[in-house]
């Protein structure tokens, strides 16, 4: 086990990953930047460097920064979190060059599977289904408009880089198909310096549910089951639970079975999420790999009992898993809501400043990640997550009871967040009888 490691990342995944640590007994160095400075969970940690100022590009996605706040705080490791460097191949390579392990798989295999189209090539060679598409990227729209033909209309183009919505478009015919191709490589290469794009049919009103595995140096691979993730806003999680509802048990074996060949293929090591999109006739296809901890894990450990955090440290540290696939059973139901420094009626406009009162939910089978407290100010420069409020309950119609009255305690006096909408969601009858899909936010509640 090492004996420090450094955290390359800020706020409320930092403090997960400290207090990880802390039951580990491992030493931590955080690092901030200017706009984190005095940050309360920093003291938390052995040491913490700063390493610039308010903007991430010049500090928390500076490589060479943080390279030396590792050297300097004599870390053995590096745990990068999620968002920033987290799925950056380069970086992970200059980790081991430099004799420091990433927590996380190998420079290879999250490169290869960073790029989604490779990863489609991957998931076809372990016979895991992916959406009907083109075999490679796109080159022009002659090629783009045979292609949609021969799978059909609807088709969505997507950017081989990146993700979050950023470099997709949907097209319904010829003309918009021109059109779209045009917009999408143009955003991709804005957003991701890569405008690659591929053609794939467009499965519509889709679900999004992802398996979580785990993998460990010595040839074993463990799923812990799956998450539903389809309540969305343009693409962006705003409620994930465990397991998915209205999932039949055959599909959740199916689906799972899936995700632990891919990363078998993949030659995975650490933690990942396998991500599927699912039809109305349970038909699944492979979207992506994210090669790192999910914002949404806390879920998975609510029902399988199993810290995520610690099980990322002990596989990087060389430990076999210490538990197989018939140990992993779901216990009851979870729910997190991801609380956003955000207006919702205002069009989602960020709500940063001073928290003038915060109040946190407690109670029976309810966890609030935060690193947040009354005093403290939400920076502009960041993701406006203040905080991941979790419930675990015996069934899901409990957990969506023990979610709406935690919601209803949180006070963050001097900001807005989107508590009040995660309250009609939760209180939807969709949401109630697990009818979801990832277009059923913006089709009932957001359109004009």
Avoid: W
């Avoid at 890569?194 to 549910?209: D, I, W």
Wanted: proline content about 5%; charged content about 25%; hydrophobic content about 40%.
């Amino acid at each position: 086990m090492y004996n420090r490691i450094l955290i390359a990342n800020r706020g409320e995944i930092a403090l997960r990953i400290i207090r990880a640590c802390k039951e580990l007994g491992v030493e931590t160095v955080a690092i901030f930047s200017e706009a984190d400075r005095g940050a309360a969970y920093l003291d938390l940690a052995d040491e913490a460097y700063c390493v610039g100022p308010a903007k991430s590009a010049q500090s928390y996605l500076k490589i060479d920064r943080v390279i030396s706040a590792a050297e300097v705080g004599n870390v053995e490791a590096i745990h990068p979190g999620y968002g920033f460097l987290a799925e950056n191949a380069q970086f992970n390579e200059i980790c081991r060059s430099c004799n420091i392990d990433f927590i996380g798989p190998s420079p290879d295999a999250m490169q290869r599977l960073g790029d989604k189209n490779e990863a489609r090539k991957m998931a076809r060679a372990a016979d895991v289904p992916v959406v009907p598409g083109s075999d490679g990227l796109i080159e022009d729209h002659e090629e783009a408009m045979k292609i949609a033909h021969e799978i059909g209309f609807p088709v969505l183009i997507k950017a081989t880089a990146g993700g979050g919505g950023k470099g997709m478009r949907v097209a319904a015919n010829d003309l918009v198909l021109k059109t779209a191709l045009q917009q999408a490589q143009t955003e991709a290469q804005a957003a991701f310096g890569n405008g690659g794009v591929y053609l794939e049919k467009y499965v519509e009103h889709p679900r999004h549910v992802e398996v979580q595995v785990i993998a460990d140096q010595h040839g074993n691979v463990v799923h812990l089951y799956e998450r539903e993730c389809s309540t969305q806003r343009r693409h962006q999680k705003l409620i994930e639970e465990s397991p998915a509802p209205n999932l039949s048990p055959e599909t959740r074996e199916a689906i799972c079975a899936a995700a632990v060949r891919m990363i078998q293929g993949a030659n995975y090591h650490n933690a990942g999420t396998v991500e599927f999109i699912v039809d109305k006739d349970e038909n699944f296809y492979f979207i992506e790999v994210n090669a790192r901890i999910q914002v949404e894990h806390p879920v998975t450990e609510m029902v399988t009992g199993v810290d995520l955090i610690q099980a990322q440290i002990r596989v990087a540290a060389g430990e076999k898993l210490p538990f197989t696939q018939d140990d992993i059973k779901i216990e009851g139901a979870a729910i997190e809501c991801r609380i956003n420094a955000e207006d919702p009626d205002r069009n989602f406009m960020p709500c940063p400043g001073v928290i003038e009162r915060f109040i946190a939910p407690g109670g029976p089978g309810v966890r609030f990640d935060s690193h947040v407290y009354s005093g403290y100010t939400v920076p502009p420069h960041y993701d406006s997550m203040i905080g991941k409020l979790i419930v675990h309950r015996k069934t899901r119609e409990e957990a969506i009871r023990c979610m709406l009255r935690a919601l209803d305690e949180i006070r963050t006096d001097g900001i807005r967040t989107t508590a009040p909408f995660h309250k009609m969601l939760l209180n939807h009858s969709a949401f109630a009888e697990g009818k979801i899909d990832t277009t059923y936010v913006e089709r009932t509640f957001l359109q004009s």
